[in-house]
């Protein structure tokens, strides 16, 4: 009976007429980035499989935030953002995925892509290297990011399922090698050449199988479906600030005693991750702890790198809200004049619940 009112639901979904995307809805829950091609878009049925999951996600009081460039799809459909374009291939992806997610922020990424590297014949037999490069550039920019790698959909075009079948028998492997934070998910066996609209694209039907495959997967990693405000002790992450879409820096790039810490575009590199430990440390490049400088305690005193020495001014305690508290100053870590712009510096002032002291861990 349940499955019989969520299918009425998601069919009268459908029938709703099409509404102009919202940009950037949020009904304040886990950023979820749909990433991939047109059956990320949603070609035949604008939306595709995100309006089954998003409505799999409410009915299981799930609050989540769809996050991307993109956006369509039906009234029905509760949040349209999305990160899919029709026609793209793994490479374009790969060339835009850092500055996606510099903008969107995300805490989980779906991606089903290389549909189009098989239909365009696209150097297909390295197609997996290229989807391999494009994981460990998701995880270079998101350390902590949940990521779920789908095995791609079939074809009913038989030479094309061929390569497709051996293209998706290479990817447990691939992902295998990611950590623990990267999942693979068989959305191969989910569909039949059945659920297909047009040979390629599912149908209605074929979506809601994806959807309810998604929703499995995201089930299965609890942690998937959580904001993550803390840094778990021993994880690196990386610190954005999401007023500025711009991540906290070591401006020497290397470690170097007494170089300030301030804002710069998001990039993934060494200067730019933070390992929290469980002394409430956060440590850098180089080994180097995040430090108040001078042990001072005055609003305006600048956030540098220096060596590690165990003091109360290396220490830093996390708030639910983003917030980062120092242990010795009790003052936030805090962008200059609530600055956006590369080069901003960083220091500690009063916690005040603005935006220039809000970070966002990834």
Not at 14 to 19: G, W
Not at 68 to 74: D, E, I, K, Q, T
């Amino acid at each position: 009976m349940r499955r019989l009112a969520a299918l009425i639901l998601f069919l009268g979904a459908l029938c709703l007429p099409s509404a102009a995307a919202q940009a950037a809805e949020s009904n304040g829950g886990v950023r979820v980035m749909p990433l991939g091609d047109s059956i990320t878009d949603g070609y035949n049925v604008p939306g595709g499989y995100r309006i089954g999951l998003w409505q799999r996600l409410a009915g299981n009081g799930t609050l989540t935030d769809f996050v991307g460039s993109g956006s369509n799809g039906p009234a029905g459909l509760g949040d349209h953002d999305h990160e899919g374009h029709s026609g793209w291939r793994i490479d374009q992806l790969d060339a835009n995925i850092v500055g996606w997610i510099r903008q969107a922020d995300p805490r989980t990424v779906l991606l089903h892509i290389g549909t189009n590297d098989i239909g365009q014949n696209h150097d297909v037999a390295n197609a997996p290297a290229r989807l391999s490069a494009l994981i460990d550039k998701i995880r270079a920019n998101a350390p902590q990011v949940q990521l779920f790698v789908a095995q791609i959909t079939p074809t009913a075009n038989a030479a094309n399922e061929q390569k497709t079948q051996t293209f998706n028998a290479a990817l447990p492997g691939i992902v295998a090698q990611k950590g623990p934070l990267t999942h693979l998910v068989d959305m191969h066996s989910a569909l039949t050449t059945a659920d297909l609209a047009d040979g390629l694209h599912p149908n209605a039907g074929g979506y809601d199988k994806m959807a309810a495959r998604w929703f499995a997967a995201l089930q299965s990693v609890p942690g998937s479906l959580a904001t993550l405000t803390t840094p778990p002790v021993g994880g690196t992450v990386v610190l954005s600030n999401p007023q500025s879409r711009r991540c906290l820096d070591d401006s020497s790039g290397n470690g170097t005693d007494g170089a300030t810490v301030h804002l710069w575009d998001c990039h993934g590199g060494a200067n730019q991750k933070w390992t929290r430990t469980a002394a409430g440390e956060l440590r850098g490049a180089g080994g180097k702890c995040l430090d108040v400088y001078g042990n001072g305690t005055a609003n305006g005193t600048r956030v540098t790198v220096w060596t590690c020495h165990g003091g109360a001014n290396q220490r830093f305690t996390f708030g639910a809200s983003g917030t980062i508290t120092g242990v010795a100053s009790g003052k936030c870590v805090d962008v200059n004049a609530g600055g956006t712009t590369n080069g901003t510096k960083v220091q500690i002032w009063d916690c005040n619940r603005t935006g220039a002291q809000v970070w966002s861990a990834r």
